[in-house]
């Protein structure tokens, strides 16, 4: 499954790899990534990527419920893959997060950058 924990600069990362998946894979993954995250009490560091995906409502509705009930131990946040229509979703998101918003990034290596500083 194309979620893990990686270690970058010393700093532990759940990364969330949605590349190329659908709608069913896509809800595995936050399903296993909620699974995750209930097995630690760390603060979270989230790397997610959204590259050449379709972000379905259903997928939406449950990340956006994730987020809101994680949105305390969620530090910070980098994700990829943002274009088209993801970025008004994207703003939306952010919006319901508040001062935990989740800032775009081009580049995994400036992403990664970004979470262990």
Known sequence: ???NWIN???RKILHEDFKKLNKE???AVVDRA???VNETDE???LLIDFTDTFISEE???KVKNMGVYYRDRIKKSAVLGISGIKKV???AFNALMGSKGFKAFKDETAAKNFLAE
């Open 8 to 10: 970058y600069k010393g």
């Open 89 to 91: 979703l994207f703003t």
């Open 1 to 3: 499954m194309p979620i």
């Open 43 to 45: 603060d979270l560091y």
């Open 34 to 36: 909620i699974e995750l």
């Open 59 to 61: 997928f939406f509705t």
């Open 25 to 27: 894979e896509m809800i």
